[in-house]
Each structure stands twice: as C-alpha cells, then as structure tokens.
C-alpha cells in the first residue's frame, strides 16, 4: 500500500514566522502535490512537483514555496505565516503517467495565531 | 477553465441508498474518481471509472456517468453511519502527465441511524 506521510498532525505558530510542512512517500512516485483545504472550498492546489527539484505553481502558490531536493520529500514553506493561512493542509502523491490517482497523507491543521 | 461542481450536503437515514452527484466540465477527461474523507482523516480513493465505460460497480458502491452530460453520480448502497464523511469527485486534467486532478467542492453526507 502506498504510504504518504505528513510530519504534523497539529501545528500551532505565530504570525510572521516561517513554518515548515513536510511530506514523505514510499512509493517512488514521480508526482507531489500539495493542497490547502478550507470549508465549502474544496482542495485547493498549492505547488506540485513532477520531478527532484522541479516545481510547479498551481492555483494558490502566493505566501507559499515549496522545495523537493529527493524523490520522496516535498516541502511546503511558509516564508512569513499569516493568519489567513490558517487551514488543513494536504500532501499528495502519483505515478507520473496520465490519469494515476493520487494517494493522499492524513493531513496537518496548521493554526496561526 | 475546467470545473467540477457537487452539492455541499446530503441527509439519509440508515438503510437507505444515498446517491451524490457531480458535473465537471473537462469533456478530454479520461479518468473520473471518488474520493471519501473521514474528520480529521486524508482523502482515500473509493473508486473510479474510464470514461468510455457508463457504470462501474464495486460491492455497495455504483458509479454512473453520463458523458453526454458530463454528470457522474456515486450511489452508496444500504448506507452505514460509517459512511458518513465528505465525498470528493475529481477529474483528470486533460492528457496531461502531471497527474494534477481538479476536484469538486466536496459533499458532506449525514446519515441518522
């Protein structure tokens, strides 16, 4: 079964401090993806990685970086939290071939004070 | 730009069949899934269907497209108060390899003993 782990199950920090998400799978998936979920919103993509050291913006990359420097880490960056980040959190990974499904982790709910 | 549309919530007592629906708007997918998430939990995939086929059925579960009409449904069979979580539609984006998927907003099923 393909195991997709976020670090934090509950993240509690302060305005303007750089917060760090991290997500690791097992499956040597080609593809990661990162997602914000917030009520009557649905997910929403943040950044997605195709490849080691590649990235790209989905539809909410603003406030947000990402860095994958292996295969099977990607990081989703806050470089200065505001409280309108304030959400769940979403890790994801596939097979880089169309139409795979993603595999999601459990999810971190970050808070922002 | 594409879009996948689901009504916010869904009532039914146990026993009963539940049935979600969703439209989405990219007619190049070729892959449609469903996704259930469970409070607190991640997305888990329940199934999915290629979209030359009109149904697809796996245990208490029956998924209906209706390419014409771009409209997929997923019917829960005798639904449990197990069942009850957020269902998730998604459709592949076009052919492409990056595995991103465009989901629904998401539909809270409520179901009362």
């Known amino acids: 079964d393909v195991k997709v782990t976020q670090s934090s199950r509950y993240l509690v920090k302060r305005t303007g401090e750089k917060v760090f998400l991290e997500c690791v799978q097992d499956?040597?998936?080609?593809?990661m993806f990162w997602y914000r979920q917030d009520p009557g919103l649905g997910l929403r993509l943040i950044y997605f990685?195709?490849?080691?050291?590649?990235?790209e913006k989905g539809d909410i990359p603003e406030g947000y970086s990402v860095s994958r420097e292996k295969k099977e880490r990607f990081s989703l960056i806050l470089e200065s939290a505001s409280t309108n980040q304030t959400s769940m959190y979403l890790c994801?990974?596939?097979?880089?071939?169309?139409?795979?499904?993603?595999?999601f982790g459990d999810g971190t709910r970050l808070s922002i004070l | 730009g594409e879009d996948v549309e689901q009504s916010l919530f869904l009532s039914v007592r146990e026993g009963d069949s539940s049935v979600i629906n969703c439209t989405y708007t990219?007619?190049?997918?070729?892959?449609l899934y469903w996704y259930k998430q469970e409070p607190g939990a991640g997305l888990q995939l329940l199934t999915y269907?290629?979209?030359?086929?009109d149904m697809k059925q796996d245990q208490r579960l029956t998924v209906l497209l209706n390419k014409k009409d771009k409209h997929l449904s997923l019917r829960i069979a005798d639904t449990q108060t197990g069942d009850s979580a957020i269902y998730f539609c998604?459709?592949?984006?076009?052919?492409?390899?990056?595995?991103?998927?465009?989901f629904g907003q998401g539909t809270t099923l409520q179901v009362k003993p």
């Open positions: 998604a459709e592949s984006f076009g052919s492409s390899n990056t595995g991103k998927l465009i």
């Open positions: 994801a990974s596939s097979l880089r071939a169309a139409n795979q499904p993603q595999h």
């Open positions: 269907i290629f979209s030359n086929m």
């Open positions: 990685s195709y490849d080691v050291k590649m990235k």
């Open positions: 990219d007619s190049s997918s070729t892959y």
């Open positions: 499956m040597d998936h080609e593809n």
